[in-house]
């Protein structure tokens, strides 16, 4: 029996996550489960999964919480903030910690997972923005195990030979290819993106997502900062990564080797299968996963992503080329313009301009440490909420 933490339960990836586990009671047990606000749906997941420990970031969600489940489950311990956080990741009980917690938020009870050398299955992909570099050598310290869960790079890792995941070229791989759906706006009028609303940006055509990362989707944010992660997990130079639309989102991701071999990952667009795969690899256990119909999908399209229409794509490779912090400051305004885009408070289009606005105001510096990333996190915040409040005011007169 393997121990399991999942941070950000109650989130989208944190759902699925607990939907595999429960199809194999005989091989995993929930130890911690973590939310944020969210009380009403870890009350319901401490019904179902019986963890010793449930988690609120939130201090007064984790009052609550404990409040509700004292009548129900006694014997589940409720913890609060950063350092509950870190001690369920942390746990001697726990092989296996699921980092699904959403933004930066998500960087530190991972990293409190990896230096407790655990198996992490990453969903955080910000985590690996804001610091790859520091990141991956605490893995290699901390002789973690990283497997990727978002979809492209769960693909990427299973098209690799095992053991030289981060070794391209002895690999003999020329290339990485990364899928894009293109999201909800790729063939959307230039004119009328001006004025799109949130729920039109969140409502993906293939994938059922949290809310910041359908917009992300939808920017192609989301496949610049997949660009960062994948030079970070694979080593990979940027120049060998290479995006590419795809708008059935079945095959998830390539690689392509020198001989002229392209080996792809496909499979229905589910998060299950690559939850599954990361949680039980190199063995495969079964997902709940729809099968995959060949004869139905029928055509395969690919397309190359239009920077002019997705201007958060160009910015990301832009931060990637400057390096140091400015990885960390392209997504720390994301976060920021994302929140006031979902608030209504500025248009979608303005997201772009605030990220672009933010890295040009903000001179990147090498990341050292952690304490210098945050606090380029910090700074970021800083500027991208006066040029959300400029903005705003500019919209409102
Ligand atoms: P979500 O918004 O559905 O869930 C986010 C989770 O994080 C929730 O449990 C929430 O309570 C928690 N959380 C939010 N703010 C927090 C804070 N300040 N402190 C502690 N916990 C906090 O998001 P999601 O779609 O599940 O995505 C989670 C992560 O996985 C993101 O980094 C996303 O990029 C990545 N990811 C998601 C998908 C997907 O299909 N949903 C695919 C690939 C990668
Ligand atoms: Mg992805």
New binding site residues.
């Given amino acids: 029996m393997r121990g399991v933490t999942v941070l ?7 759902v699925n996550t607990l939907d595999v586990l429960a199809r194999h009671r005989d091989r995993y047990h929930v130890v911690g489960l ?5 009380v009403a749906r870890l009350v319901e997941q401490c019904h179902v999964h019986h963890p010793q420990y449930a988690v609120m ?1 939130d201090a007064v969600a984790a009052e609550q919480l404990r409040a509700r489940l004292r009548s129900v489950d006694s014997a589940i311990d409720v913890l609060s903030g950063a350092e509950g ?1 870190a001690d369920i990741a942390a746990h001697a009980d726990v092989h296996v910690v699921m980092a ?4 930066a ?2 960087l530190q009870p991972t990293l409190a997972a990896v230096r407790a050398g655990k198996r992490i299955l990453l ?4 985590a690996l923005v804001m610091s790859g570099r520091i990141f991956m050598e605490e893995v290699q310290r901390h002789n973690a195990e990283l497997l990727p ?3 492209e790079h769960n693909a990427i890792f299973q098209c690799l030979p095992i053991g030289r995941e981060r070794d391209l070229e002895g690999a003999g791989v020329r290339r990485i290819l990364l899928t894009a759906s293109g999201g909800p706006f790729r063939t959307a009028a230039l004119e009328s993106l001006r004025t799109v609303t949130p729920a039109q940006a969140c409502a993906h055509p293939n ?7 359908s917009v ?1 989707s939808a920017t192609m944010m ?1 496949k610049g900062l997949e660009v960062i992660e994948a030079r970070w997990l694979f080593d990979a130079a940027p120049e060998h990564i290479q995006v590419v639309v795809h708008p059935q989102s079945v095959i998830h991701s390539l690689v392509e080797y020198v001989d002229g071999s392209i080996l792809a990952q496909l499979g229905s667009p589910d ?1 299950r299968t690559p939850i599954a795969c990361a949680l039980a690899w190199p063995e495969r256990i079964e997902a709940g996963v729809a099968r995959l119909d060949l004869l139905q999908v029928a055509r395969l399209d690919f397309e190359t992503p239009d920077i002019t229409r997705f201007p958060c794509l160009r910015l990301a490779y832009e931060a990637l080329a400057r390096g140091g912090t400015a990885t960390a400051v392209l997504n720390a305004a994301n976060e920021v313009a994302v929140q006031a885009f979902l608030a209504g408070r500025i248009g979608y289009t303005v997201i772009a301009e605030v990220v672009e606005g933010a890295l040009s105001e903000i001179s990147a510096c090498e990341a050292e440490s952690l304490a210098v990333i945050l606090e380029a996190d910090e700074q970021a915040r800083a500027v991208a909420a006066e040029l959300v409040a400029a903005r705003e005011t500019r919209t409102s007169l």
């Fill in positions: 950000g339960a109650s989130g989208s990836i944190g973590s939310g944020n606000t969210d970031a956080l699904a917690i959403v933004g938020a998500g969903a955080n992909k910000e869960v978002d979809s994938w059922e997502m949290g809310r910041k990362i992300d989301n998060m």
